[in-house]
């Protein structure tokens, strides 16, 4: 093995992450990298990191690849009444899982001010719309406008080559992908499956919401899902009643249901029952307490 490979290995297995918290750091560490010929991963998220993050962080972690990891609670995706000043912040646990992890070279954990800089109200806006409007986007209004204005804004600081999200926020990856080849960005976008806890809960922040009693109940919305998607497996195309039935039994184990829908996979389009070939996803939403949870399966 060259003393080159060998450093390479060295360099894939275990990295310390530098905490940054301005554009300009950024940009220098980009620019020193980008020197040396290594590309780029970016993994954006607000923190309080779980493994569902960390493993986005390590299937982009390849060799002559720098992963940088953004942590930032962006206000402008959450609507009024929402839970942004809940939020959990935890910058020093989440360096710590991620120092631990060895999968991600820069943290950058910035300011309001630093990704607005002419504040909230005067910032400028990207916007996708008609599926920014629909499932999640009904029932929070402006949020997927603030997702599209944070990851335009966080895409043009890191300037990466990969983008890496999870398919646990399905109807975001849609949107990120339509917007990317819309605005043409020059990105490439990967997505990571959804990391559950042992009993099919996907991991959420937003898990830490529930008591011990919603927490054990919580499980349902996956288990639901999972029905519908064995139905639609089996050949069922009743999506409505499939959809239906669904957001009765999450009714029944304590839910308040948003919605469960299946849609054509590819864009989150109505799903064309007639269409044998479609490839689809079963897509729900419900409120669990204060805590409102999303999940997703692949049929
Ligand atoms: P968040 O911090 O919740 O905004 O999420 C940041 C990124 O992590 C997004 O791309 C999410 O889709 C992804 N993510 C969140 N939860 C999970 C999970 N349980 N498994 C895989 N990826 C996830």
């Known amino acids: ?25 950024v940009r220098e560490a980009i620019s020193e990298w980008r020197a040396a010929g290594e590309s780029i991963a970016f993994v954006p998220t607000m923190g309080n990191l ?45 360096t710590a899982l991620v120092t631990a992890a060895g999968t991600v070279d820069l943290l950058f954990a910035p300011e309001a001010a630093d990704i607005y800089p002419f504040g909230l109200n005067s910032a400028a806006r990207v916007s996708v719309p008609e599926l920014g409007r629909e499932l999640d986007g009904a029932s929070r209004p402006g949020h997927f406008d603030g997702v599209a204005s944070v990851v335009t804004r966080l895409l043009n600081i890191v300037t990466p080559d990969v983008l890496m999200l999870g398919q646990k926020d399905y109807q975001q990856f849609i949107l990120m992908q339509r917007m990317i080849a819309d605005l043409h960005l020059p990105v490439v976008l990967r997505m990571g499956p959804t990391h559950r806890e042992p009993d099919g809960l996907a991991m959420s922040s937003r898990n830490r919401y529930l008591d011990a009693d919603q927490r054990a109940r919580a499980p349902a919305l996956q288990a639901a899902l999972a029905r519908v998607r064995d139905a639609v497996r089996g050949g069922a195309t009743n999506f409505a009643d499939l959809g239906a039935a669904a957001k009765q039994d999450l009714e029944s184990a304590g839910f308040k249901p948003d919605y469960v829908e ?14 044998g070939r479609e490839a689809r996803v079963v897509i729900g939403a419900a409120w669990l307490g204060r805590a409102r949870l999303i999940d997703n ?3």
């Open 262 to 275: 299946v849609r054509r996979a590819a864009d989150l389009a109505a799903s064309n029952a007639a269409d």
């Open 1 to 25: 093995m060259s003393r080159s490979g060998d450093s390479l290995r060295t360099k894939a297995a275990a990295r310390s992450p530098r905490t940054v918290r301005t554009v300009r750091a």
């Open 50 to 94: 779980h493994a569902g993050h960390l493993s986005l962080a390590r299937l982009v972690a390849e060799p002559r690849t720098r992963v940088v990891m953004s942590i930032f609670v962006n206000p402008t995706q959450f609507g009024p009444g929402e839970d942004f000043a809940a939020y959990p912040r935890t910058l020093t646990e989440d």
């Open 297 to 299: 399966l692949l049929v």
